[in-house]
């Protein structure tokens, strides 16, 4: 679907559907909607609103055939005045395509600038969101099915005839392009069986669609730099580890960050065997990696004044005779000892090494990115995604720009108290302890691996996969992260 903004009236656009909006409650439409109205004879006032009783609540959408036309309008309830935001611009046009998908062959689509009359929006952050609300209600996985999607809108047309606004609308359409494919390309990758995608086709796919600089290392590589709790994760399957280090750098950067993310291309627990129902999506679990190496591809295109690398410890947790085991001790790249005593809590071994790494980097922050605990998700559902870190005000900066990019991160603790049932007679420390304060302890385990860089660690076990479709209409991979990441990463230049 091509993705296009043009100054003019959006009754000067030929178009299969006029895409137009109401507040909840309104009975005589004003701005755009309004003059709409007007040009068809107060069609939505006197029919939609009045004899229809359309009310104009958030996601309610009624579609509206024009007599002699071949063309309809669309009129998509923006709920409550106080209540609208830009998140809510992204959510509706992402159920305004999905319906249009489902009812006829709309090829081509003019829309109104949601939010950026009436509602006095930013005019960029709104088209941005229309872009991306537009791309994401468009995805579909398609790619094993005989059977295509079908009615595929080909063209999306923004109107904006106010000049100011239009210059500003264009750079948010051009931004949402860049956001909405590179969430779409993490999709894809979460989506993507693990029968055609484990660490070296994972790695493959790095070097060659991140956009940046990167630098793929084997198992010999990888043992020498010491990584030993990683590569014994990995050790159980037939596929080899594969350590993956993209770059993006610029001239004097404001900052250096690291982003690591959490590669598990396939988990079925090692020895300690996932139940099967448990299996059957863990596809997933390398959905950190994939928000990693979906978030370098628009940092490549964006292009922003700070130094970003990023880190995937890509490697399967599979049951054989050379898997690691419970009760072995491993020597992490820190030195640090780990026994495991549950190969299925993988993860956070992989990251300990993958952290160390990035540290070694000299960067100023680091943020990981994991499908790391099932307490974290009984404790937050497919809601929000748990934070934790050792750096307060790196937090609450990362909650609060997360929340403008339509993503809810809550804090969890991270007492050292939680370190408690991670002491073991053996080794400096337990992989796992007991079932309560799951999602803390891991947290506080990961810590242990970190010397004195400002890190965060965000664990997305509950939001990464949908089992129902969610407010974007999105089932299957979510490709959460990536927004957060790159807005981050974006403000870091300020």
């Known amino acids: 679907m091509q993705i296009k903004i043009e100054k003019k009236s959006i009754l000067d656009i030929d178009a299969d559907v006029i895409i137009v909006n109401l507040f909840e409650g309104v009975k005589i439409p004003g701005g755009v909607t309004g003059i709409v109205d007007k040009a068809y004879n107060n069609i939505i006032s006197n029919f939609v609103i009045e004899k229809e009783n359309f009310e104009g609540k958030y996601l309610d959408i009624y579609k509206l055939a024009l007599p002699n036309e071949n063309k309809k309008i669309l009129i998509a309830g923006l709920g409550k005045s106080e209540d609208f935001s830009l998140v809510k611009i992204r959510n509706l046009t992402a159920k305004i395509i999905k319906t249009l998908m489902s009812c006829g062959n709309n090829k081509k689509v003019v829309s109104i600038l949601h939010g950026a009359g009436i509602a006095g929006l930013c005019p960029e952050g709104c088209a941005q969101m229309i872009t991306e609300g ?38 948010g359409v051009e931004t949402g392009i860049i956001v909405a494919n590179s969430v779409n390309m993490a999709r894809d990758l979460i989506n993507e069986s693990s029968q055609y995608l484990y660490p070296e086709t994972l790695a493959k796919f790095a070097v060659e669609n991140s956009g940046v600089k990167t630098t793929v290392y084997n198992k010999d590589q990888i043992k020498n730099m010491g990584m030993n709790a990683f590569l014994a994760v990995g050790q159980g399957s037939v596929h080899e580890p594969k350590l993956i280090h993209m770059e993006y750098k610029c001239e004097n950067p404001k900052k250096k960050i690291a982003i690591v993310g959490k590669g598990i291309t396939f988990d079925a627990g090692g020895l300690d065997l996932k139940p099967p129902s448990s299996m059957l999506t863990m596809r997933d679990d390398m959905s950190g990696a994939a928000a990693v ?192 990441l790159v807005k981050y990463i974006k403000t870091l230049e300020k």
């Open 134 to 171: 537009a791309i994401s209600g468009a995805y579909s996985f398609d790619k094993y099915k005989t059977k295509k999607q079908e009615n595929k809108i080909e063209e999306f047309i923004i109107a904006e005839i106010d000049d100011e606004k239009f210059e500003k609308a264009k750079n």
């Open 293 to 484: 190496i979906s978030t370098m591809k628009a940092i490549s295109e964006l292009k922003p004044d700070i130094e970003v690398h990023a880190i995937v410890a890509a490697c399967e947790n599979m049951p054989s005779g050379s898997a690691y085991k419970p009760g072995d001790v491993i020597i992490a790249k820190t030195g640090r000892s780990i026994e495991i005593d549950n190969t299925d809590a993988e993860g956070r071994v992989t990251l300990a090494d993958a952290l160390a790494y990035a540290e070694e980097l000299g960067v100023d922050e680091i943020i990981d990115i994991a499908t790391l605990t099932g307490a974290c998700m009984v404790a937050l559902g497919t809601v929000a995604s748990g934070i934790m870190g050792n750096n307060e005000e790196m937090i609450s900066s990362f909650i609060k720009t997360a929340s403008k990019a339509g993503e809810k991160y809550w804090q969890l603790p991270m007492d050292e108290e939680y370190a408690e049932s991670l002491k073991s007679d053996i080794a400096d420390t337990k992989n796992t302890g007991g079932r309560m304060g799951g999602a803390s302890a891991a947290g506080v385990f990961l810590s242990k691996f970190i010397s004195k860089t400002p890190w965060i660690h965000l664990d997305i076990a509950g939001t990464a996969f949908m089992e129902k479709p969610n407010q974007e209409g999105v089932k299957g991979g979510v490709g959460v992260g990536v927004r957060s």
